[in-house]
């Protein structure tokens, strides 16, 4: 309709949040950045939508708002800040600019490989964490009864006065 917004205005990008590189490192930084944006960006107005470009070398996110005019005052508070000592660009979407990167069939074998890596140094990092409080624990008959006792008089004595109260 004539005089109406269009609703790529009720699209924010900003740009220079962040280098593509910090998530190789710690793919959970990716849902970290999306639930601050929610965050803040939620004080404006309805969030629709907040998308992280993790692979875009200029460090790009759009949210998505429910109104242009919502989407307007985004712009206002994210324009100019800093985030993380990075100065923050924001402006509304032009609604043709794609800022998805297509990787190439190497790069995403190099990256699931690092992920394979990461999970399996993760399982063994686990598992001897595991093995270390197994090689801890007392078993019955070891010297340290003594330590057993006074463990279940202060259980007995908490349940005690649980009961009083």
């Known amino acids: 309709m004539r005089g109406e917004r269009s609703?790529?205005?009720?699209?924010?990008?900003?740009?220079?949040?962040?280098?593509?590189?910090?998530f190789e490192k710690e793919v959970q930084l990716i849902l970290d950045y999306q639930n601050d944006l929610r965050e803040e960006c939620g004080k404006c107005?309805?969030?629709?939508?907040?998308?992280?470009?993790?692979?875009?070398?200029?460090?790009?996110?759009?949210?998505?708002?429910?109104?242009?005019?919502?989407?307007?005052?985004?712009?206002?508070?994210?324009?100019?800040?800093?985030?993380?000592?990075?100065?923050?660009?924001?402006?509304?979407?032009?609604g043709k600019t794609k800022y998805k990167?297509?990787?190439?069939?190497?790069?995403?074998?190099?990256?699931?490989?690092?992920?394979?890596?990461?999970?399996?140094?993760?399982?063994?990092?686990q598992n001897s964490k595991t093995m270390e409080g197994e090689a801890k624990m007392k078993l019955p008959g070891d010297e340290n009864e003594d330590d057993d006792k006074e463990i279940d008089n202060n259980v007995t004595r908490c349940a005690e006065n649980a009961a009083v109260v």
């Not at 609703?7 to 910090?22: C, G, Q, R, Y």
């Not at 100019?80 to 509304?92: S, V």
């Not at 992920?115 to 063994?124: N, V």
Request: hydrophobic share 35%; no cysteine; proline share 3%.
């Open 7 to 22: 609703k790529n205005e009720k699209v924010v990008i900003i740009k220079n949040l962040f280098a593509p590189s910090i």
């Open 45 to 94: 107005g309805t969030v629709r939508k907040v998308v992280i470009y993790d692979r875009h070398p200029e460090g790009i996110a759009q949210i998505n708002m429910a109104d242009p005019e919502e989407a307007d005052v985004v712009i206002q508070m994210m324009h100019g800040r800093y985030f993380g000592q990075r100065k923050l660009t924001a402006e509304h979407w032009d």
């Open 101 to 125: 990167v297509v990787e190439s069939e190497a790069e995403v074998q190099k990256r699931l490989s690092n992920w394979d890596q990461y999970l399996t140094t993760g399982e063994e990092e």
